[in-house]
C-alpha cells in the first residue's frame, strides 16, 4: 500500500515535478540509433518526461533533440526539411540548428539579427552503442556519459529493441524487480524460449515453485536475490540488480545472452519499455539476433512500422485459451514482454496502490520505492545526487549461480555483480 | 453462440483499461485488518523499533526480546520467551503470535539468534510467513563496522545479523537505516 500523495510523487515526471527533476539529473534512452539512420534523413517525433520533443541528425551527422514545435506560429517542425545544417519549418522557412538555435528567418533581414533571439529548447544526443542518449537536466550539471555494459560492449556483442507500453513507468518497472512473478506467469518460456531454454538453473526453477527472497541495498540501488533449492546443501540464487531510477536486469540462463530494460517515461500514463540483450565475452549468433527480432526472449513484435507491440490493449493482446490450458503459457499471452505488460497495462494507467495488498514477498518492491522516495525528497529538498548517476554504479550484472546454502550472495557474489569487461559472466 | 464471439462494449475488453473508464473500478475494503507481530531480537532494534509504535497503526503489536534472550531454543518453551510490550509489560509468544497474518524479525546486532529460532518455529507451525529486517546501518553504528557496503565482506555486523536470520526468514530485507521500519510496515498494512 501506498498513500496517494507518494503515489503521486513518484508516478509524476513531467517538467517541474519531483521525480520528473530527478529523471533529468541521468542521461537516459531517447531513440535507437537506427531511429535516425544517416545525415539529412527525416526527423522523428520523440515524447519524453511529458515534453513533445523532435530529433534529427543533420548535414554534418550530429544529432538534435528539441521543442518539437517552430517558435513562429507552433508549427510541428516534424513537417519541416533537413537540409543544409539545420531543420526548415516548411510554412514560413524558419530554419534551426541540432542546438536549437534559430539561424534563418527568411522574411527579416539578415542584418537584423533578430534570428539570434529565438532558441527552442533543447538538450543534448549522443551515441553510445545502439542507443541516442540525452540528458533533459541542467547543462551546468551534466552527469558523466553512461557507462552501461550493454551499451559499451562491441556492437556485434549487444541487440536493443524498444515498445510502447501503455501504462505509467512505475508499474512498468516494479514488475522488473518482481521476482516472484517468474515462476507463474512465465514458466512456460522456460520450456519454449530459444533464448531461455535449455539452461540447468531452469530445472530448479521448475522444481521449486517457492523461492525465499534477500533483498539487499546497493550504493546505486538494490540487489534482489531469490533462493530456490538445489543438490543437497546447495541452493541456486538468481540476483536482479536495480539501478537508480529504472534500469534492471534479468539474471541471466546458462550460455544465453544476459538481458535487462530501462523504463523511461513517455508521459505520466505511458513509458518506452527498452529491452537489452548482449553478451560479454563472444558476438551474438545470427539466430539468436533473428530471434530477438522474431520476439522471443524479453523482446517482442510489432505492429507494422511502429513501436507498439503487435499484442496490445485493442486485440486483446491475442489471448490464447487453448494455450493457457495446454499450459505452453500461464497466462494465454505469448512471449515474456507481453506477458508482462498485458498485466500490468490492465492495472490502468496510472495503478491505484493505496487499494493494493502486498504481502512479505514483495518487499523488493518496497524497498526500491522507500529508495526513490528518499532521493527524490533529498533532491527536491537539499539539492543531494541521486544514487545511479555515479559511473561506478552503472557497472553491474545480473548472476545465477548455485552456492553452498552457508554462503550469503552479496558477500560471494560480490564480482560476479560487477561488470567486467572481457570477462565471461556468472550463470547457471 | 459460438467462440467467435468477442466482446462488444468497451469495457469488456482489454481496452478498458484507461483512466476514464478507472472510475468504474468497484470501490470498497478489499482486504480485512491484518495481525502484524513485530519482534524486535536486540537493544538497538527495539529502540528503532519503539521509535514508530505510537503512529496509527491498523492492529501491529510490538514486541521486545529482553535480556535473557540468548536462549537455547531447543531447551526453550514459547512461553518461557521474555517479551515485553512497549510500555514494559510482559507477553507471552503463544498468546501473541496465535492468529497472526505475519511475523516480522528486526535484529540490528545479531544477538538474540536462539529467541529467533523459537519465534521462527511458532510462526512455521502456525503456517504464519516470517520474514526479517537486517538493520545493517544500526549494526555498523554499534561500533563493529568499517563503513563498508551492506552485506560486504568488511562488514561483520551485517554478515552476523543476516546470518542470525537467514535460516528463520521467508523473506530476508537488509537495510541500511531503520527508517525502512514504518516504510515497510505502512506497505504491509501492519
Known amino acids: ?428 | 453462440m459460438t467462440d467467435q464471439t468477442r466482446p462488444t462494449l468497451l469495457a469488456s475488453c482489454a481496452s478498458a483499461s484507461t483512466a476514464a473508464e478507472a472510475r468504474f473500478r468497484v470501490n470498497y475494503p478489499n482486504s480485512g485488518r491484518r495481525r502484524s507481530r513485530i519482534f524486535a531480537l536486540d537493544g538497538p532494534a527495539a529502540e528503532a523499533m519503539f521509535a514508530i509504535t505510537e503512529a496509527p497503526w491498523q492492529g501491529a503489536h510490538f514486541l521486545a526480546v529482553g535480556s535473557g534472550g540468548d536462549v537455547d531454543p531447543e531447551a526453550t518453551g514459547a512461553d518461557d520467551l521474555p517479551l515485553s510490550h512497549p510500555d514494559g509489560t510482559g507477553a507471552k509468544l503463544s498468546e501473541e503470535i496465535e492468529g497472526a497474518d505475519v511475523v516480522v524479525l528486526i535484529s540490528s546486532t545479531g544477538e538474540n539468534a536462539g529467541a529467533a529460532e523459537v519465534i521462527a518455529r511458532e510462526a512455521y507451525h502456525r503456517h504464519i510467513m516470517c520474514g526479517g529486517l537486517a538493520l545493517a546501518g544500526t549494526a555498523l553504528a554499534n561500533g563493529r563496522g568499517s563503513g563498508a557496503p551492506a552485506s560486504s565482506p568488511d562488514s561483520d555486523p551485517t554478515s552476523h545479523v543476516v546470518n542470525t536470520l537467514r535460516p528463520f526468514a521467508s523473506i530476508l530485507v537488509v537495510a541500511r537505516d531503520a527508517d525502512f521500519i514504518p516504510a515497510m510496515l505502512n506497505a504491509l498494512r501492519a
Open chain 1, 1 to 428: 500500500m501506498l498513500r496517494k500523495d507518494v503515489n503521486d510523487l513518484l508516478t509524476q515526471t513531467d517538467s517541474g515535478t519531483p521525480m520528473g527533476d530527478m529523471f533529468r539529473q541521468y542521461w537516459i534512452p531517447a531513440l535507437l540509433a537506427s531511429e535516425l539512420p544517416e545525415d539529412d534523413c527525416a526527423p522523428v517525433r520523440v515524447k519524453l518526461l511529458g515534453e513533445r520533443l523532435i530529433a534529427f541528425r543533420d548535414s554534418k551527422g550530429r544529432y538534435g533533440l528539441m521543442d518539437e514545435f517552430c517558435a513562429h506560429r507552433g508549427v510541428s517542425l516534424w513537417f519541416g526539411r533537413n537540409e543544409e545544417g539545420g531543420l526548415r519549418c516548411p510554412y514560413h522557412g524558419w530554419k534551426y540548428d541540432y542546438t536549437g538555435q534559430c539561424i534563418e528567418v527568411p522574411s527579416e533581414p539578415d542584418e537584423s539579427g533578430f534570428c539570434e533571439k529565438v532558441k527552442l529548447q533543447a538538450y543534448p544526443l549522443i551515441k553510445i552503442g545502439d542507443i541516442l542518449w540525452t540528458h533533459m537536466g541542467d547543462k551546468e550539471d551534466r552527469p558523466p556519459k553512461p557507462t552501461w555494459e550493454f551499451a559499451t560492449v562491441p556492437a556485434e556483442q549487444t541487440y536493443t529493441s524498444k515498445r510502447w507500453q501503455e501504462c505509467n513507468w512505475l508499474q512498468a518497472m516494479e514488475g522488473g524487480i518482481d521476482s516472484s512473478h517468474v515462476s507463474f506467469l512465465h514458466s512456460g518460456g522456460l520450456k519454449s524460449d530459444p533464448l531461455f531454454k535449455g539452461a540447468k538453473g531452469n530445472q530448479y526453477n521448475h522444481a521449486d515453485k517457492k523461492p525465499v527472497f534477500e533483498v539487499t541495498e546497493a550504493e546505486g540501488g538494490l540487489y534482489i536475490g531469490a533462493r530456490r533449492n538445489a543438490e543437497e546443501g546447495h541452493f541456486y540464487w538468481r540476483i536482479t540488480p536495480w539501478v537508480m531510477p529504472s534500469f534492471t536486469m534479468v539474471p541471466p540462463r546458462g550460455d544465453h545472452p544476459m538481458h535487462g530494460h530501462f523504463w523511461i517515461p513517455i508521459d505520466d500514463e505511458n513509458c518506452w519499455a527498452w529491452s537489452f540483450d548482449y553478451h560479454p565475452t563472444r558476438a551474438l549468433t545470427e539466430a539468436e539476433v533473428q530471434y530477438m527480432r522474431d520476439g522471443h526472449g524479453v523482446h517482442n513484435e510489432y505492429v507494422p512500422g511502429t513501436f507498439r507491440p503487435l499484442q496490445n490493449k485493442d486485440n486483446d493482446y491475442m489471448m490464447d485459451r487453448d494455450a493457457q490450458k495446454r499450459g505452453d503459457t500461464y497466462s494465454g499471452i505469448k512471449g515474456i514482454a507481453m506477458q508482462d505488460a498485458s498485466l500490468q497495462e490492465s492495472m490502468g494507467p496510472i495503478v491505484d496502490r493505496t487499494k493494493e495488498n502486498l504481502v512479505s514477498t514483495d518487499n523488493g518492491i518496497i524497498m526500491a520505492r522507500h529508495r526513490l522516495r528518499k532521493a527524490v525528497t533529498a533532491l527536491r529538498d537539499k539539492g543531494v545526487t541521486p544514487p545511479g548517476r555515479d559511473p561506478a554504479h552503472q557497472m553491474v550484472r545480473s548472476v545465477a549461480v548455485v552456492l553452498p546454502a552457508d554462503q550469503p550472495y552479496a558477500e560471494t557474489c560480490k564480482e560476479d555483480l560487477a561488470a567486467r569487461p572481457g570477462q565471461k559472466h556468472t550463470s547457471v
